[in-house]
């Protein structure tokens, strides 16, 4: 089943787009220490897949990856307690901003390793699957990620072993500071293609072009094909990381930055919707917002004592361990 109710899709994008913006703030004020890699402008992406996913199916991201955590459906109170590194965070504030997981929803996790999460993600559904569960994964990886070993080697045995996986590339145009034409031979969609994966080009900034093409993709999954990819053409309306705030890097051309941003996913979707539909959600969104952030700044930071708790899914104490 997938959903590709206008309005669903709008609440998730406007989800994304003010979660990000508060969570830039809190980077200000100095309560998310380190920083985050922003969203902004590639939310269409998130929401468009996940909507075509059931809640059971699987989904790995990246270190761009609240966009991912939140389309599939985890708590944003949760997730923002998570950023601050609180204990009632989705990974009691041990995992933060690249490391967000969420297992109840599917979300395997963000990672901060370019191009991991799709290895990650192939073996998971290959193994879920060999215990008879009827799911399904999507994997989202950045333009930087397609040379990177791991996730070639991820489309290799996802194509071989038939792996209902949907990797779906983030094409932003830029490695932090590097533009794909600089660090890209050939194409994206014929990486896939060379491992006989059918693969599809889709404008990263329109919702429902990015679900109907997922929901294509899922849906020959779901009868039995193999995996598939998508290449999404988005544009990062920030910065690659918050530091960018602080340190101004000129790498992007202004005149770029004001066509990119004036394809708005946000803007492209609302436009779809009544002015009192789009005011309903907006309204909606901001009081779960307002909800999170209270939520997050109420809530304990963990005790330092348990610093070492959790580190082994073992349950070994790191203590002990290395004496
Ligand atoms: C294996 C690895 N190499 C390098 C880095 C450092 N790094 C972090 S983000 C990034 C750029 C990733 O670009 P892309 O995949 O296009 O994603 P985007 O940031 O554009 O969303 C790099 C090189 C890393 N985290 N992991
Ligand atoms: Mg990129």
Redesign the pocket.
């Known amino acids: 089943m997938t959903d590709a109710d206008p309005v669903r899709l709008y609440r998730t994008v406007r989800l994304i787009r003010r979660f990000e913006e508060r969570a830039i703030d809190l980077v200000r004020a100095g309560t998310i220490v380190g920083g985050i890699?922003p969203?902004l402008g590639?939310e269409g992406i998130a929401a468009g897949v996940c909507a075509a996913l059931r809640g059971t199916d699987l989904v790995t991201g990246?270190?761009?990856g609240h966009g991912h955590v939140l389309a599939k459906g985890a708590d944003p109170a949760r997730m923002m307690a998570e950023l601050c590194g609180r204990e009632t965070g989705l990974n009691r504030g041990r995992g933060g901003s690249m490391h967000a997981a969420d297992f109840s929803v599917g979300v395997l996790g963000a990672n901060?390793?370019?191009?991991?999460a799709g290895a990650i993600l192939t073996g998971a559904v290959w193994a879920r699957r060999r215990r008879g569960e009827d799911v399904v994964g999507a994997t989202f990886?950045?333009?930087?990620?397609?040379n990177?070993g791991?996730l070639l080697e991820a489309f290799n045995l996802a194509a071989l072993w038939r792996v209902p996986v949907l990797f779906v590339c983030?094409?932003?145009?830029?490695?932090?500071t590097?533009p794909?034409d600089g660090a890209v031979a050939g194409t994206i969609t014929g990486r896939a293609e060379a491992f006989g994966m059918p693969a599809a080009v889709v404008d990263g900034q329109d919702p429902q072009q990015v679900h109907a093409a997922a929901a294509a993709a899922v849906g020959r999954m779901r009868d039995g094909g193999g995996p598939e990819l998508v290449e999404a053409r988005t544009y990062?309306f920030d910065a690659?990381?918050t530091f960018e705030h602080v340190v101004r890097l000129d790498y992007r051309p202004p005149q770029e930055v004001t066509a990119g941003r004036s394809r708005d996913p946000v803007r492209i979707q609302g436009g779809r919707l009544s002015d009192a539909e789009r005011a309903a959600v907006d309204a909606e969104v901001e009081a779960t917002l307002d909800a999170a952030v209270a939520y997050a700044l109420a809530s304990p930071e963990p005790d330092p004592a348990g610093a070492l708790d959790h580190l082994y899914a073992s349950g070994l104490n790191a203590r002990s361990g290395g004496a």
């Open positions: 890699h969203y590639q990246t270190h761009r901060a390793i370019v191009g991991a990886f950045g333009d930087g990620a397609v990177e791991m983030e094409n932003n145009g830029y490695a932090t590097m794909v990062r690659h990381h």
